[in-house]
């Protein structure tokens, strides 16, 4: 009722900031109408029915998007948790001079792992318990005559009579299973008259199949029974005293039973006598009736006869008198009255006569006598079968199916002719409730101590703290700071989550559970005895579906600009390695994770839709004003629900981008296998991978300019658009492409240049030499002619010489 109050009064606070002809605004206008359907009067369920809104038209049936609502609305309160049992490490064989094994010791939960299944335990249905005894009692130490019945007795107490078996380990520990054939549905059982309402898929939700499976219900119900405290007290229950309770709880209830059937018997017996002695009293009654009647009626035939005889005589006697005188109409009227025939009433037999009369008070008589008799053995305490009912049996008459009362009548009236000494059905059962409220104190042993349940499959929770600005302290530079430790976050008692487990065994095949590392959002955190330790409330698991990358994105995806968030990116494929969130807030993506840059997208359009649903106006712009006009205080605003206040929008789209989002998150692991080589080449236009850290929200004085372009709210900036990234560096790229193609270009021009100019040097070289030897060979040529006409003009010397 509570609930139901809080939901129409937050209905009714936020219904003036929806437009009023939207869809939107409809369907609270009739969650409202709903919640107060108590105030109207229908007159059949049906037409209840038909005048209430639906259900199914008001509410969703998708949990993934509920859970998305709930992270939009608390980020980023959330947790990280996982169970300490750890997935088994395979063993490296090394060469050489062996050294000590450098694996990690086993944790507190492996070892108690370990216990179980050395125990012949199932672990998954199973719990570990600390025992704090009484000085002198124990397990093993002897002086406690029955301690694993007492203790059994004791957690059945607690647990409302959950099957579960018991193994003590030593004298202050036991080990506690619980033989559930439903392992992993830890919710109580509805009452019958709940549990035969027909409930829609809106008000259970659809199935979940990627969460975890819990622990069994027992164990739940052992953390509910201390409240959250690591050590509670319980009375510790006497087995023997408990069965002998027991047994005679069982004999009394026999011998009740018993006396309830004596009882009922003589109670049926008792209805017998009084039915027989109101059948006789009925019988009796009219027997005397009908006599009397009888009677009555024969008295009264004898006066009308003797009337008519007197008249007749006086009849007979007048004419008599005018016919045959006085004296002779006297003998005359005597004969005729002798000789006068019977009525018509006689004759018939209509009347009764004396004969009758007489039988019938001879009846009455019997009857009388025997509701004597019956009343008379009824006082005296005689059964059914005694005389006195035979008696009143055959002398009441059979009762024809045309009587004048019906049965049920007769039967009340017969149940309250009914002593009411017989009536003991009551105090008997008073008197056992008595018994037993005097027994109770009598079970209950000395008080133990009994620590909080531990397993080894329970989930252990750290809260992720947005971190603060703050400086270092004087003193205290950012290289020496002490690491803080992550906060431990434990859910309370109450939450439905308080004591939950990771118990399924199947999808690993190993020792450790599946999933074993997921995320949850919770509403609000109370401190602790420690600083290590939060309360936390309200907290909801979200799915473990690809790996926690559902989760995980969603996490993400409502951050805000003073919320760390960045990526490690391949540009060259246009995929995501990992993500960064708040600090302890980290995802790598597994060897089946294909997340793109284009996924992104679909984040971004979700923060815009939601964005633009608020406040989709501008605000007016303040103006200036040489004076004031004063303040009207005649309360033209009306109502406080009159009063103007911004409105989201009419239709918002937030909902078919959150679909798309979660659509494609469903099939990230699908790419793999569904992305052929071709596909996946064609994105890799870069010529080398270029590995890149990117910060998701823009810079500082991008969001400045973002605002001037539009003044009006926005909830949530857009991330960095990763494809733009992506075409950034592919245009960077190609730039640098051709850049590179014109140096190149250059290079060969100067190449060229340069070769030309050498070839042309060459030539004008090998002209020169060409000319050199040539000159050298007109050299040569014009001295050789001048030595053969030096030796010619010899030559013609000699002969005129010798001519001479």
């Known amino acids: 009722v509570n609930m139901a109050n809080s939901v129409l009064d937050t209905s009714q606070r936020m219904r003036k900031y929806i437009p009023a002809d939207s869809p939107i605004g409809k369907k609270v206008d009739d969650l409202i109408a709903l919640l107060k359907g108590g105030d109207s009067y229908f007159g059949s369920a049906e037409e209840a029915e038909a005048g209430l809104p639906k259900i199914e038209d008001l509410f969703s049936s998708d949990s993934l998007r509920l859970k998305a609502l709930l992270v939009m609305s608390f980020t980023p309160s959330f947790m990280v948790g996982g169970t300490k049992v750890t997935p088994e490490q395979p063993v490296v064989q090394t060469w050489g001079k062996k050294k000590k094994s450098a694996g990690k010791d086993k944790n507190k939960m492996e070892l108690l792992l370990d216990e179980f299944i050395q125990s012949g335990l199932s672990p998954e249905k199973s719990i570990a318990c600390q025992i704090e005894m009484p000085r002198g009692k124990g397990f093993t130490k002897g002086g406690w005559s029955n301690p694993t019945e007492d203790m059994i007795a004791t ?74 405290r690591w050590k509670f007290q319980v009375p510790l229950v006497n087995s023997k005293k408990l069965e002998k309770d027991r047994l005679a709880k069982e004999e009394a209830a026999r011998k009740a039973a018993e006396e309830r059937e004596a009882a009922r018997l003589a109670k049926e017996a008792k209805i017998a006598e009084a039915k027989a002695l109101r059948e006789a009293k009925a019988a009796a009654a009219k027997a005397a009736r009908e006599a009397r009647e009888a009677e009555a009626a024969m008295i009264a035939k004898e006066k009308e006869q003797a009337r008519l005889e007197r008249e007749r005589a006086k009849q007979l006697d007048k004419e008599d008198e005018e016919k045959y005188g006085d004296d002779e109409a006297d003998g005359v009227a005597g004969q005729a009255a002798a000789d006068a025939p019977t009525t018509d009433s006689q004759e018939n037999g209509n009347e009764p006569s004396p004969a009758i009369v007489e039988q019938l008070q001879e009846k009455a008589a019997a009857a009388a006598a025997a509701v004597d008799a019956l009343t008379a053995a009824a006082a005296a305490g005689s059964s059914s079968s005694g005389p006195a009912a035979a008696a009143a049996a055959a002398a009441a008459p059979a009762t024809s199916p045309s009587s004048g009362r019906a049965k049920d009548e007769d039967n009340e009236d017969l149940v309250s002719e009914v002593p009411a000494g017989m009536e003991v059905e009551a105090d008997d059962d008073e008197g056992m409730m008595q018994e037993e409220e005097e027994d109770v104190g009598e079970e209950l042993g000395p008080m133990i101590g009994i620590y909080k349940p531990v397993s080894p499959y329970e989930l252990h929770w750290d809260v992720l703290e947005t971190p603060t600005d703050a400086p270092p302290q004087k003193g205290q530079g950012r290289g020496n700071q002490s690491k803080k430790k992550a906060l431990k976050g434990r859910c309370t008692w109450r939450n439905p989550v308080g004591f939950l487990g990771s118990t399924n065994r199947e999808a690993t095949g190993g020792l450790h559970p599946w999933p074993n590392e997921m995320y949850a959002v919770y509403t609000a955190t109370q401190g602790g005895d420690s600083k290590e330790l939060a309360w936390v409330d309200g907290v909801t698991v979200l799915p473990a579906d690809c790996g926690n990358l559902l989760a995980f994105l969603l996490m993400v995806a409502f951050l805000r600009p003073h919320q760390p968030l960045s990526v490690d990116a391949d540009v060259q494929s246009g995929s995501i390695i990992a993500i960064h969130g708040p600090p302890g807030l980290d995802f790598y993506c597994k060897d089946d994770h294909c997340l793109l840059f284009e996924d992104f997208q679909k984040v971004n359009a979700v923060r815009k839709a939601v964005s633009e649903a608020f406040y989709s106006a501008k605000p007016p712009v303040p103006t200036t004003v040489d004076a004031e006009d004063g303040i009207d205080f005649t309360g033209t605003r009306g109502r406080r629900e009159s009063e103007p206040v911004p409105q989201i929008m009419s239709e918002p789209k937030a909902g078919e981008a959150l679909e798309d989002l979660l659509n494609m998150l469903r099939k990230v692991q699908e790419r793999t296998a569904s992305m052929s080589q071709t596909d996946w080449f064609n994105r890799c236009t870069l010529k080398k991978a270029m590995m890149k850290t990117l910060d998701m929200h823009p810079s500082s004085s991008s969001r400045s300019r973002t605002s001037e372009e539009e003044p009006h709210f926005t909830l949530f900036t857009p991330l960095v658009d990763l494809v733009s990234v992506k075409e950034e560096a592919e245009k960077q790229q190609r730039e640098e492409e051709e850049r590179r193609r014109k140096i190149e270009e250059e290079k060969q021009r100067k190449k060229e240049e340069e070769r030309r100019k050498k070839e042309e040097e060459r030539r004008r070289k090998e002209a020169e030499r060409w000319q050199r030897e040539e000159e050298k060979r007109q050299k040569k040529l014009e001295e050789q002619r001048r030595r053969e006409e030096q030796y010619w003009q010899q030559q013609q010397q000699q002969q005129q010489q010798k001519g001479k």
Request: charged share 25%; glycine share 6%.
């Open 155 to 228: 957690l059945n107490m607690i647990t409302c009579g959950e099957k579960l078996k018991l193994t003590a380990v030593a004298d202050n520990k036991v080990f506690v299973t619980f033989e559930d054939d439903d392992n992993g549905d830890s919710a109580l059982p509805l009452p019958p008259h709940l549990a035969k309402i027909e409930r829609s898929i809106e008000e259970t939700l659809d199935a979940e199949p990627s969460l975890m499976k819990d622990l069994p219900l027992g164990a739940h119900l052992v953390d509910i029974y201390g409240a959250g």
